[in-house]
């Protein structure tokens, strides 16, 4: 490890890391943000790599200083991905030759197609350069799609040890096609977010390779878990914060509330978020005549998020497909009970009864009932079940507790053990 700066008062040179992600910073992944900085405040210098910019404004103020931390690879343009390629070929052609190699057998599994994977390679071409410039001894990226794909090419072209983190529900849904069985066998390590997620692992690779699987929970924000749970607003508010996109449920959330309408039950909804499906939601609501109880508030800073929370009665998240929603923890942090559905990784966090309420994914009924009940349970009932949803995430996600985890893994593939 000589060479890597020294941390002062510590007695060990701080380890010289970076993280790959496909957009970063980006508006839903806060996480990965509190993530890096909990690992900085270890003692790890972090690199933050992102293949493209976010395509959104960014909102949060933590999101805008992060952008002026991070490089972006297709910042490089065509020839700025051609030119490394064409010096790998000449410094190293039979790595390059492994890794093309690599990336035909990956573009021929992959519904994206061999041209993409080419382009990922000239991105693992760009990487393998800023790594070796910057001294990186280990590299981690978010998510088992192209990231960890340009995070194997990059190993192939001789570059630093990887692993990743796999989040869903893509993976799980499209592990042949991305290649996840080979993706895993090339990396140090690879972690999940959820025990649902880690037995979604162990299907796809053989038991030797388990060792490798590692759970590390998403932290909350310190700004949600210091507070500690808050008096539950004595209002009918729900808010559900989240893309607005077909997985997330919004559409079935919209006719479970116009249920509720026709018999004349009272309420708010807040969608919190942005997303493709904004237009077919608006139009949703104006055909169901719910305008003057539903509002959208399109992308919002984290602080915001924080304050939809504090104001409503519970979180409601009708997904189809997850992996364990982020807001959900912030959700109980903040002492705010939630409804949400039997998917992935979710009942681990949500007891039903005990924490929240969980409900068959795809069940406009049973959504329906649920929202009215939390709406006509007594406030005390309802403080009584988000204190005992932020002890939960207070115990399972500590942001620093799961960074240690991951830094414990990081030392370990540095080592080689």
Same mark, same amino acid.
């Given at each position: 490890m000589?060479g890597a ?12 890391i970076a993280?790959?992600?496909?957009q ?6 806060t996480?990965?943000?509190r ?7 270890q ?6 790599y992102?293949i493209?910019p976010s395509?959104?404004e ?20 065509a020839m700025?991905?051609? !030119?490394?390629? $064409?010096?790998? #070929?000449?410094?190293?052609? *039979?790595? %390059?030759f =492994? ?5 035909v057998?990956?573009g021929?599994r ?7 994977? !080419?382009?990922y $390679?000239?991105? #693992?071409a760009v990487l393998? *350069?800023? %790594?070796? =410039?910057?001294?990186?001894r ?6 088992g799609t ?6 194997m090419l990059t190993?192939?072209?001789?570059g ?17 096609e991305?290649?996840l ?10 972690v999940?977010v959820?025990?649902?997620g880690r ?14 699987v590692?759970v590390?929970h ?11 749970p808050?008096p539950?607003a004595?209002n009918?508010?729900l808010?559900?914060v989240g893309?607005?996109?077909e997985q997330?449920g919004?559409i ?13 039950v009272?309420f708010?909804?807040?969608l919190?978020g942005?997303g493709?499906m904004?237009?077919?939601i608006?139009?949703r609501?104006r055909?169901?005549g ?6 959208i508030t399109?992308?919002i800073s ?5 304050s939809?929370l504090?104001?409503a009665?519970?979180?409601v ?8 929603p982020v807001?959900l923890?912030e ?8 409804i949400?559905?039997y998917?992935?990784g979710?009942p ?5 009864g005990?924490t ?6 795809g069940?406009?009924d049973?959504l329906?009932?649920?929202?009215e009940?939390v709406?006509?349970?007594p ?6 079940i988000?204190a005992?949803?932020?002890?939960a995430v207070?115990?399972?996600h ?8 991951l ?11």
């Amino acid at each position: 490890m000589s060479g890597a700066p020294l941390d002062p008062g510590r007695a060990e040179p701080r380890l010289n890391i970076a993280y790959l992600v496909n957009q970063y910073p980006h508006v839903s992944h806060t996480f990965i943000r509190r993530e890096i900085v909990a690992l900085e405040a270890q003692g790890l210098t972090v690199h933050r790599y992102s293949i493209r910019p976010s395509p959104e404004e960014l909102v949060d103020p933590g999101d805008r200083e992060e952008s002026l931390k991070t490089r972006v690879v297709l910042k490089a343009g065509a020839m700025g991905l051609l !030119l490394p390629l $064409l010096h790998a #070929a000449l410094t190293n052609f *039979r790595a %390059l030759f =492994a890794a093309l190699r690599a990336t035909v057998r990956l573009g021929l599994r992959s519904d994206r197609g061999l041209l993409r994977h !080419l382009a990922y $390679l000239g991105e #693992a071409a760009v990487l393998i *350069r800023w %790594l070796r =410039a910057d001294k990186i001894r280990h590299l981690h990226a978010h998510f088992g799609t192209n990231p960890a794909a340009v995070a194997m090419l990059t190993r192939i072209l001789g570059g630093p040890s990887y692993s990743f983190t796999v989040h869903g529900p893509e993976e799980f849904d499209h592990p042949v096609e991305l290649s996840l069985r080979e993706k895993i066998a090339r990396a140090a390590g690879v972690v999940v977010v959820s025990d649902f997620g880690r037995s979604q692992i162990y299907r796809w690779i053989p038991y030797p390779e388990w060792r490798k699987v590692r759970v590390v929970h998403c932290g909350v924000d310190a700004t949600f878990l210091a507070a500690g749970p808050q008096p539950v607003a004595d209002n009918r508010r729900l808010v559900c914060v989240g893309r607005l996109t077909e997985q997330k449920g919004q559409i079935l959330l919209l006719e479970a509330t116009a249920a509720l309408a026709a018999r004349g039950v009272s309420f708010e909804l807040v969608l919190a978020g942005d997303g493709p499906m904004r237009e077919v939601i608006e139009e949703r609501i104006r055909a169901l005549g719910l305008q003057a109880q539903v509002r959208i508030t399109g992308w919002i800073s984290n602080d915001i998020v924080r304050s939809e929370l504090l104001a409503a009665r519970a979180l409601v998240l009708p997904s189809f497909a997850e992996g364990l929603p982020v807001v959900l923890m912030e959700a109980l942090a903040l002492g705010r009970p939630a409804i949400s559905t039997y998917v992935a990784g979710i009942p681990e966090l949500i007891q039903d009864g005990v924490t929240g309420w969980l409900i068959p994914a795809g069940s406009v009924d049973a959504l329906a009932q649920s929202i009215e009940r939390v709406l006509e349970t007594p406030g005390e009932t309802l403080a009584r079940i988000g204190a005992a949803g932020a002890a939960a995430v207070a115990t399972r996600h500590d942001a620093n507790r799961e960074a240690a985890r991951l830094g414990e893994l990081f030392r370990e593939a540095i080592s080689g053990i």
